[in-house]
């Protein structure tokens, strides 16, 4: 694989295209989420978006941490989805 093939996936994954690696958290290609991130599920990639676009996480805010975190049961995310990815963030 050279550098224009491995720009193209870039530029795919990006675009809201398959996933073909786990990525690192981006801008989602959904209008109704602020996230995305290509991660591994059982074995497989999938794309998971996550996150409101209306809201900003304010997890400097020892309250707001613990309130989102308890409300959201972050102790019981599984890996790999919307869930975790958020609690993660916080």
Known sequence: MDFNDTV???LEEAKGGRCTKVTKQMSSSR???KYMRC?????KLKRVH??????RIKKSNPKKRKSFR???KCSTAKPGTA????CKNW
Do not use: I, Q
């Open 8 to 10: 193209l996936e870039v």
């Open 31 to 33: 209008s109704d989420k």
């Open 39 to 43: 991660a591994r599920v059982d074995g």
């Open 50 to 55: 996550y996150g409101d676009p209306n809201l």
């Open 70 to 72: 308890a409300r959201h």
């Open 83 to 86: 869930k975790y990815f958020s």
